[in-house]
T-cell receptor
Framework: GQQVMQIPQYQHVQEGEDFTTYCNSSTTLSNIQWYKQRPGGHPVFLIQLVKSGEVKKQKRLTFQFGEAKKNSSLHITATQTTDVGTYFCANGAGSYQLTFGKGTKLSVIP | DAGVIQSPRHEVTEMGQEVTLRCKPISGHNSLFWYRQTMMRGLELLIYFNNNVPIDDSGMPEDRFSAKMPNASFSTLKIQPSEPRDSAVYFC??????????????FGPGTRLTVL
């Protein structure tokens, strides 16, 4: 699948602040999946976006897929210490496999 | 329901030794993936199988690495001989793998390999 670039690589926020991570590609993506990996844990699926301009919400998490399907974002409102971890976007090229970004590591300062 | 099962969870070995990592995918899943995760390189796909057949092994680092899937419920990743630079966390993941589209992948807990 196509390479995806994630920014920022690291983010430190005060508890209660918002957090956003971005996933960018130079080519059109067929779909985007987001995963979360807690420290010492394994990646866990959060959501999949398929349609242009799609927006999905899960409680304090908002996921967007760009109109051109070349970028995606994950926004967390009012972060909590339970949000700590690394967030990965992954591109599926219509095949079975995923190409993962490098991830954004989120630290939340209580 | 049992998720993806990996063993061992931790492995410490000496350079030159053979290492075998094991994975049992979720029952009914047809695709199985082996990943390696390091700080420097992130999460890398090594190989994936569909219906027990290796589909893409272009991520396998070199001939020292080999993977097999003798049946739908078991896969192994073998490193022979192991080297210190193989130290990493190795994840196995599985997905339904029948639709032809990109399915959710379910990861196992990983095997943390340390080669001294």
């Amino acid at each position: 699948g196509q390479q995806v670039m994630q920014i920022p690589q690291y983010q430190h926020v005060q508890e209660g602040e918002d957090f956003t991570t971005y996933c960018n590609s130079s080519t059109t993506l067929s779909n985007i999946q987001w995963y979360k990996q807690r420290p010492g844990g394994h990646p866990v699926f959060l959501i999949q976006l398929v349609k242009s301009g799609e927006v999905k919400k899960q409680k304090r998490l908002t996921f967007q897929f760009g109109e051109a399907k070349k970028n995606s974002s994950l926004h967390i409102t009012a972060t909590q210490t339970t949000d700590v971890g690394t967030y990965f976007c992954a591109n599926g090229a219509g095949s079975y496999q995923l190409t993962f970004g490098k991830g954004t590591k989120l630290s939340v300062i209580p | 329901d049992a998720g993806v099962i990996q063993s061992p969870r931790h492995e410490v070995t000496e350079m030159g030794q053979e290492v075998t990592l094991r994975c049992k995918p979720i029952s009914g899943h047809n695709s199985l993936f082996w990943y390696r995760q390091t700080m420097m390189r992130g999460l890398e796909l090594l190989i994936y199988f569909n219906n027990n057949v290796p589909i893409d092994d272009s991520g396998m680092p070199e001939d020292r690495f080999s993977a097999k899937m003798p049946n739908a419920s078991f896969s192994t990743l073998k490193i022979q001989p192991s080297e210190p630079r193989d130290s990493a966390v190795y994840f196995c993941a599985s997905s339904i793998g029948t639709s032809g589209s990109t399915d959710t992948q379910y990861f196992g807990p990983g095997t943390r390999l340390t080669v001294l």
